[in-house]
């Protein structure tokens, strides 16, 4: 059997048409077809690069939080100090709903509450979100050193009240078509609850 | 044209199918056939209950919400004061997430998640939790009068916090299939930022 040429481009495509799809539809909710539309990649090859929806699905989080992640760090290192940082992620995290007129939302919150019957889905879901989470407990941990956070708690535990809160929020957001419950759970955290 | 015989037995089983049905499985993940199966009724017949599986949907959404709610003023009413009456609402909901093996949540939050496309949905779902949020709210407001939570921040504050950090927390408790993210909420905001 020739080996089936596969683009890295393509491949990526893909990924990000994927995502969208799978944030705006949900899992049910999309069509591979209409991602193959658009990709213009026939059914046929699409089966080169991912094996079941599943599996697309699968490597979708894992762009996801790749991006995420990536625009975390990118907001941090611009910022004076990690815990101006980790609002000016939340902030472009917003201008982003805003602009998309508070549809779409959070790829993780979207599938987690979708995602019943896909152990494998489930399984990439809390990787993503535990790698998000420990991440914020960092920049928590290092706001507590630079004094900028208080220090009689401990910083993972703010960090899950922080994360699961805001899940909690940009599902209201989409619910709501408003910016307010994400923003004033930044208001309530981390200008109150976490200050010195 | 004859008037359809519609049986307000039959419309409760539909419901209660239903909300078990977009529950585990999400609206575009819901088969309209496998609900009625359980509740043995003919397609045909569905439609005399309601006009589309959008309108299911959204009384669904209401039976849920109803249900929830005659839950917490139930745990409310057995309990010596408010604030515990509040907790043992969310231990009684742990309770049944235990129960359940950690799959299904909320439907709010699912539904929330998923449906983008159905302005009649998102109503619903914007009023139901408002409503939860409110009561919340006002229990809130009883627990500061009697001294049992900080009176310097507003009551409807903590109850958007408290609600969207259980929403997140419970999508959490879904992909990690662990308890411990609601567990966690609860003891971090009704045992400490609540306190006075």
């Given at each position: 059997m020739a080996r089936p040429r596969l683009s890295e481009k393509t491949r990526q495509r893909l990924l990000e048409e994927g995502v969208s799809a799978f944030l705006y539809n949900g899992f049910h909710g999309t069509g591979l077809k209409e991602v193959l539309d658009r990709v213009k990649v026939p059914k046929g090859s699409f089966y080169n690069y991912f094996e079941s929806k599943e599996a697309f699905a699968v490597a979708a989080i894992h762009h996801y939080a790749a991006c995420f992640a990536a625009k975390m760090e990118q907001a941090i290192s611009d910022a004076p100090d990690p815990y101006s940082g980790l609002r000016h992620f939340f902030e472009a995290l917003m201008a982003d709903f805003e602009t998309a007129g508070?549809?779409?939302?959070?790829l993780i919150a979207n599938l987690g509450g979708e995602l019943e019957g896909s152990e494998l889905c489930r399984e990439s879901l809390a990787t993503a979100f535990r790698q998000w989470r420990d991440r914020v407990a960092e920049v928590l941990r290092q706001s507590q050193q630079r004094g900028l956070v208080r220090a009689d708690l401990d910083a993972g535990d703010l960090a899950d009240l922080l994360t699961e809160a805001w899940e909690g929020a940009v599902i209201r957001m989409k619910i709501e078509r408003s910016l307010e419950p994400p923003r004033r759970v930044l208001s309530r955290l981390l200008d109150d609850y976490f200050r010195p």
């Open positions: 508070y549809v779409g939302g959070c």
